[in-house]
Every structure is written in C-alpha cells, then in structure tokens.
C-alpha cells in the first residue's frame, strides 16, 4: 500500500506569507507526527495527534506554527508570517496505534521550505 | 532534558571494513531506542530497534545501560550502505514522540 504522502514536496515562499504543508498518512494509522529539520540537524518534534485530537504540541516552536488533523487522517501544518528561520524540512509521521509501546513511525518524503 | 548524541557527523571506512556508529543517550528509565537510515534521495525509514534484537541488513546494536549507548555496528561494509544514520529514542508518556540525535553519515568507499 501507500506510505506517507507529504505535498508539496518543495515551497518557496517570501518572508511573511502563509503556508500550508499537508500530510496524507498510512490508511487507518492512528498517530500523527509533524517534526522540523534544520539543515544538519536530526528532526525534532512539533506536534503529535491521536486521531482527530492534537494530544502534544509542546515542540511548536511559536504561536505562529498550527495544525489539524479535523477528521482523523489528513493532516495541515500551517505557518502564518512566515520567518527566514522556518525555512527546514518538515516531516509527518504516523504508526497504527496509540501512542505507547514500542511502535516504529513510517515518514513521509517531507516538504522543503524555503523562506526567502 | 532528554537527549540523543551522535559524536560523529561523518564516518568513513572501506568495503569490508568494520563499522560501528556511535549513539549515547541521557539516562531516564528504560529507553525505547531505534536506529533510522535515510539512503539517498530516499525517506527516512527505520532500520532497527533495541527491543526485537533482530540483524537488519547485518547490522546489530546493543543497548547498554551501564554506558547508556546504543551503537549501531555490522563486521563488513558494504557500498550500499552509505546513507545517514539517525539514533532516535522515544520520549514516552502520552506521545511517544523521537528525540532524535543529528545523525552520521556513513560514506562507504569502494
């Protein structure tokens, strides 16, 4: 079947326009990971949804930085002013179950934004 | 806070040569720890993790409490094994969410 399908793969955009990056998970896949990696870096965490209900958004970097996932499956992260130092790759992750227990997350290809 | 080190940025050994990647991570509890790879132009994609203790592709790694590692190691490059190699734990709680470290890359020459 299909993995994680993130688009648009690449978004170029100006300092203090919106963006919208979205997130198509594994069919029936419970969890929902968005996380944000620098250039060199390792990704790190943003936020985490169980179905419909964001459980964590503790690594949401500012009030500027949302998203959903209203119906349980495809997920919008949406960044509003947008900022040179948003420019990252941004990748969603999902697992079948719950959160808890030893369960791999399968990735997307990302998106690749650029803030210029 | 939790955290994931990976010494090494580059790794660069010979066919055949051994390997081993090195990860530590700070102590809490009983950790859940993964080795995900990233091959060129592909996604990220799990490789292994402590608690199947199973050889993937010939590499193993073992989780030492005492020395909190979890290095990833195989006897005998290949060429294809060059890719960036990312040690991730999970956090646990409500979440599970990855720490991840910042990666090595793995460059095998011919």
């Known amino acids: 079947g299909a993995g994680v399908s993130q688009s648009p793969r690449y978004k170029v955009a100006k300092r203090g326009q919106d963006v919208a990056l979205r997130c198509d998970p594994i069919?029936?896949?419970?969890?929902l990971f968005w996380y944000q990696q620098a250039l060199g870096q390792g990704p790190e965490f943003l936020t985490y949804?169980?179905?419909?209900?964001?459980?964590?958004k503790s690594g949401l970097p500012s009030d500027r930085f949302f998203a959903e996932r209203p119906e349980g499956s495809v997920s919008t992260l949406k960044i509003q002013r947008t900022q040179q130092e948003d420019s990252a790759v941004y990748l969603c992750a999902s697992s079948p179950n719950r959160a808890g227990g030893n369960q791999p997350q399968h990735f997307g290809d990302g998106t690749r934004l650029s803030i210029l | 806070a939790q955290r994931v080190t990976q010494p090494e940025k580059l790794l660069s050994v010979f066919k055949g040569a051994p390997v081993e990647l090195k990860c530590n991570y700070s102590y809490s509890g009983s950790p859940e720890l993964f080795w995900y790879v990233q091959y060129s132009r592909q996604r990220l994609q799990l490789l292994l993790r402590h608690i199947s203790r199973e050889s993937i592709k010939g590499f193993t790694a073992d989780l030492n409490k005492g020395e909190t590692s979890f290095h990833l190691k195989k006897p005998f490059a290949q060429e294809e094994d060059s890719a960036m190699y990312y040690c991730a734990r999970a956090y646990g709680g409500a979440t599970n969410k990855l720490i991840f470290g910042t990666g090595t890359l793995l460059a095998v020459q011919p």
């Open positions: 949804f169980q179905n419909e209900a964001q459980l964590d």
């Open positions: 069919s029936g896949h419970v969890s």
